[in-house]
C-alpha cells in the first residue's frame, strides 16, 4: 500500500488537474502540484488528522472564507484520494509544464501513469529558457537558450535542442522531447564555440520545399543583456544534428535580420515581434543586409509622415522600424493617436498595451491574423501578462487586447503561439516561467524557469473586446 495521500487539485470548470498549484500547510510546509494538479502528501504527524492548505496559483482562486483564508482543510489518509476545486480567472488554461526535472512527479511518487516516456528528467534538463519551434522536413524541432543541469549550476548555455513528439492525447497531455545530447546524457551544445559566452538563437526560417528545406537561424552571443560580442545567422547541419555559422555580421548590420518569431506571408519572411522586418523568403535574400525592408510610419527626422492626414505606415529600406514602445512613446508625447497606432492596443480598461514579444500567425477559424503578446509592465506584474490580440494583417493594426492569462508577482516572458498544434478555434502557446525581472524571490520549487504549456479556446465570449 502506497504511504502517500493523494491530493488532486482540479479546475472546476473542466474537472482538469492544475499545474502549478501551490499548497502550504500552517506551519509552511509547501507542495506544488505536478503536470496533473498532483500531490504525493506524506508528512509525519499530519498524517489522519485535519489539515489545511492555504492555495495558490496563478490564474486560478479559491473562494476566501470569512478571515480571508483562502484554502480547504484535508485530512489526508494513506492510499486515499482528496479532491480539490480552484475557478479558474485566466481565459486560457494551463495544461502542464515542458521542461525540467519532476514533470510527473507526484503522479509517479503515487503509482500511476505518466502521459510522456520521460516523465521525470529528460536530458538531464533541469531548467531552461525561451523556446523556438519550427516544422522542418516533416520533424517538430524545438530550440531553447540556457539550460541548467544535475550536477552543477552551470550548464549549457550555447543553445539545446530536440525533435518532439506528441503523445497520443495531442498536446493537451503535454509534449515529448528528444534532446539531442552527450555521452553523459546531458543536452549538448547546437553550436560550436571556443568562447564560453552563452549564443542565443531566434527569427527561425524554414525555406524551400521538400528535399530542398533549410532551417535558419539569427544568432547572438552576449556579454551581457545589453552587449552583443558577435552575430549573423546559422544553418541547420541535418548530418551533424547542429547549427553551423552559415554568416558572422558585420558592426553596422543595424537592425537588417530576423528576431523572435517570424512567420511568411506573400512571399516575405516577418520577424522581430511584433513583425515589424522583412525579406524575400529565400537564402539568398536572407543573407544580403540590404534586402531587408523596416515598417514605419516615420520619416528621416523621426516624426510622423502623414498621407491626407493618416500615418503613412509602409515598408522601406532606410529607416529603422517602429516598434510597440516608440508608438507608447508617440502617444504620449501627442504625435500618434491611440487608434492610429499598430502594435499599442488597447486592452478592457482603454489602457494602452506596450507589446513585449510574442508572435503573430494566420488562424483559418478566426480568417484573421492573431497575436500572443507580452505586455510590458501589466497591472500585477512587470513581464508575467499575455494578451491576444487580432489584425487583418500580420503588421497589424492591432487595435484591441485581452489578457488571456497572468502570472502576479512573476515573470512568464517571450510567449511563442505553436499554430502547428492548432484545432481550429484551440490555441497552444509557451512561454518561460521564471521569477527574473520580477523583483520576487520566492523561486517556485520544480517550475522556476522552465516553459508552461497554455491553450486558448477563441469561441471564448470574453475575447469579444480583442476581435472589434
Known sequence: MTPYAKIRVVDASTGRGIPLVE???????R??????GLVAFHEPGLMDREVFFH????????????????????????????????????LAERLCRLTGQGIYRDTLLLGEAAPIPNPVLNGGVMGQDTAQAEIYRGKMMWFWGDTDRTSFPLGNFHTTG??????????????????????????????????????????????????????YAYYAQVRSLSEIASSGYLKW??????????????KDRGWRFLDGHTVQHEGYILGNDPPNVRVRADAESLLKAEAYEAYTCLDEKGEVRRIDGKPDYRW????????????????REGKLRAEETHFLPLDTEGKAVEIHNGSVHWNASRKRWIGIFGRKGGKDSALGEIVYAEADAPTGPFLYAVKVCDHPKYTFYNPVHHAFLDKGSTIYFEGTYTAEFSGNEDKTPLYNYNQLLYKLDLNDPRLAHAKT
Request: charged share 25%; glycine share 10%; net charge neutral.
Open 23 to 29: 499548497l502550504r500547510t500552517v506551519n509552511g510546509i
Open 162 to 215: 530536440a525533435i518532439a513528439t506528441l503523445p497520443k492525447g495531442g498536446a493537451d497531455q503535454g509534449i515529448e522531447f528528444r534532446y539531442f545530447t552527450k555521452p553523459d546524457g546531458f543536452v549538448r551544445a547546437m553550436i560550436e564555440s571556443k568562447e564560453s559566452l552563452p549564443i542565443w538563437v531566434s527569427g527561425m526560417a524554414v525555406l524551400g520545399k521538400g528535399s530542398n528545406e533549410s532551417l
Open 316 to 331: 522601406q529600406k532606410s529607416l529603422p522600424p517602429i516598434s510597440s514602445t516608440i508608438e507608447a512613446r508617440l502617444v
Open 31 to 36: 507542495h506544488v502540484t505536478d503536470s496533473r
Open 237 to 250: 547541419n541535418d548530418a551533424a544534428e547542429r547549427f553551423d555559422i552559415a554568416q558572422t555580421f558585420a
Open 55 to 90: 492555495l495558490k496559483s496563478p490564474g486560478y482562486e479559491r473562494e476566501a472564507d470569512g478571515f480571508g483564508y483562502r484554502g480547504v482543510a484535508l485530512t489526508p489518509r494513506a492510499g486515499q484520494e482528496a479532491r480539490v476545486e480552484m475557478t479558474r480567472v485566466n
